[in-house]
């Protein structure tokens, strides 16, 4: 493995050839000269073989090195680039996701949608050249086409600057290439299993922040501590995105990757601030204050020789989380009863627990499939209504995550869910990648909410089973330039949804039946594959 390239030297030193005095001083002489770039060379880090929860590379995937594009480029390795498009073509039936209220009231999305969702992202980054200063850009430009209902940011934020930030790097700093990073401006990021901070690569639009990270390492040193503090950026549709500058999104992740040959630890920390302004007198403006402290430990590995990888993430989330109920208070002035009904802030006690594991092996097999099992964990708030009884919120936060591992429909979150899964993933063929998947669903508690589906019966009557869900996905490359993607989800809802079928009442409309969700995408790279 990379993990013990270090060897290289002792494997070096016992092949030195014993019938010659001058060929053996000639070999160690030349041992100690390249002794510096076997140090250099060694790269402790491993990916992870988990479903979908790899960060994302620095700089994205999409980027390139333009000396890698074409030879008469060759020698310009200082500057990266990147120029993407992505089309894709969506078809949901029964979407379960919450919209905005159309005119009937109605948040269910009834009617069959025909979404076409137009990405396009160009990157430049100078590095080496003006060392310790680099630089990186990155726009972005995301539209929506032929939308059965209203648009979110999730889906259109137009000619936005997603990235653009200064940086110093110091590349031995802290010894031979242990380099220290500090980054200032907008950025976009992934860290630990994407779980907590992503950039929502499948979604059409991209989380970003603005502030600071320092790194002290890379994570090809056997170990390093990532750190940041940032305000989150505050996607809007039409108009340039701004810093929500009453929230602060801080933490740390300390990777450690010596302390085994299998295993890479990684104790992080996350935290959310809000100053809040819960009486603002213009509703759009209000916001309750929030203090979310979130210690937590990820271990993975890949078990060589054996086939199997594992990857497992635990959270615990404690501290303040602010909600504004309604407070009345009844007067008599001159015999005459008046109710007034304000609004008023509880900050609740945060107490929430989550884990996920994942366990795969990887067959001995030219189509290299593996298989996994899942169960992924998060509390739900355990008493409804919680803002006027025990005044504890177990709801875990997900801050700024990504979904996708979840559910292929986008149905779930890390919070109020009980998810085991199984996967296959195969190869059949070079530039051909396969996967598919079934999963189900429970409430962790049956009184409290389903977030994404805007669905919630406080008294538990319906259960807690959700329903099931099953997906196939199909990538193929077709050249350097050209990828393609398809999938299907269909999700079979369970007692607990077919009890919230609304749609014979006023309140609704609200259905029991399956919801299907096929999409077709096209990723055009105009540097190619990075492979002259």
Do not use: C
Request: charged share 25%.
């Amino acid at each position: 493995m990379k993990h013990f390239q270090r060897n290289a030297l002792s494997n070096a030193l016992h092949k030195i050839p014993p019938s010659s005095i001058n060929r053996t001083a000639s070999t160690l002489l030349g041992l100690l000269l390249v002794l510096p770039s076997l140090a250099s060379a060694e790269d402790y880090y491993v990916k992870t073989r988990g479903y979908r929860v790899e960060p994302i590379p620095d700089p994205p995937t999409y980027v390139r090195n333009l000396s890698k594009t074409h030879q008469e480029f060759r020698n310009v390795e200082w500057l990266d680039v990147g120029l993407d498009h992505r089309t894709r073509y969506e078809y949901r039936e029964n979407d379960y996701r919450t919209t905005p209220a159309q005119a009937n009231g109605s948040t269910f999305r009834a009617d069959p949608d025909n979404l076409f969702l137009l990405r396009t992202r160009a990157y430049l980054g100078v590095k080496d050249i003006l060392d310790p200063f680099r630089f990186v850009v990155e726009f972005q430009d995301s539209r929506s086409y032929n939308d059965l209902y209203e648009t979110t940011n999730a889906d259109v934020n137009e000619f936005e600057l997603i990235q653009g930030y200064g940086e110093l790097y110091f590349k031995n700093a802290l010894g031979n290439n242990r380099p220290l990073s500090i980054r200032a401006g907008r950025q976009a990021l992934e860290l630990v299993d994407r779980r907590f901070i992503a950039t929502n690569e499948f979604r059409n639009t991209t989380n970003n922040f603005e502030g600071y990270r320092v790194h002290f390492g890379k994570k090809q040193n056997d170990w390093d501590l990532d750190t940041f503090a940032f305000h989150p950026v505050t996607r809007l549709k039409y108009q340039f995105d701004e810093p929500d500058t009453d929230t602060w999104f801080y933490g740390g992740v300390l990777s450690l990757k010596q302390l085994s040959q299998y295993i890479t630890f990684q104790p992080y920390f996350f935290g959310r601030s809000v100053n809040g302004d819960p009486y603002n007198p213009v509703v759009s403006a209000r916001k309750n204050n929030q203090e979310i402290y979130s210690p937590s430990l990820r271990v993975y590995g890949v078990i060589p020789n054996t086939g199997f990888d594992f990857d497992a993430n635990f959270t615990k989330q404690f501290g303040r989380y602010g909600v504004t109920r309604a407070v009345s208070n009844t007067t008599t002035v001159n015999g005459v009863r008046r109710t007034v009904t304000t609004q008023q802030e509880k900050l609740l006690q945060q107490d929430a627990l989550a884990y996920a594991l994942e366990v795969g092996y990887t067959f001995d097999h030219d189509w290299k499939p593996r298989a996994s099992l899942f169960y992924g964990y998060g509390t739900g708030d355990k008493v409804p209504n919680s803002t006027a009884t025990d005044g504890t919120n177990q709801r875990v936060d997900a801050f700024y995550g990504f979904n996708q591992p979840w559910s292929r429909n986008d149905y779930f979150s890390w919070d109020n869910i009980h998810a085991p899964k199984a996967r296959i993933e195969f190869t059949p063929y070079q530039d051909l990648k396969v996967d598919a998947g079934y999963n189900a669903y429970w409430l962790e508690n049956e009184t409290a909410a389903w977030a994404r589906a805007g669905l919630q019966d406080r008294t538990g009557r319906s259960g807690n089973f959700l329903g099931h869900e099953i997906d196939l996905r199909v990538r193929y490359k077709v050249n350097p330039y050209v990828d393609l993607t398809t999938s299907y989800g269909r999700f079979e809802p369970g007692s607990f949804t077919r009890a919230q079928d609304k749609s014979n009442t006023a309140t609704g409309p609200y259905t029991s039946q399956a919801s299907n969700f096929f999409y077709f995408e096209v990723s055009l790279n105009a540097f190619g594959d990075g492979k002259i």
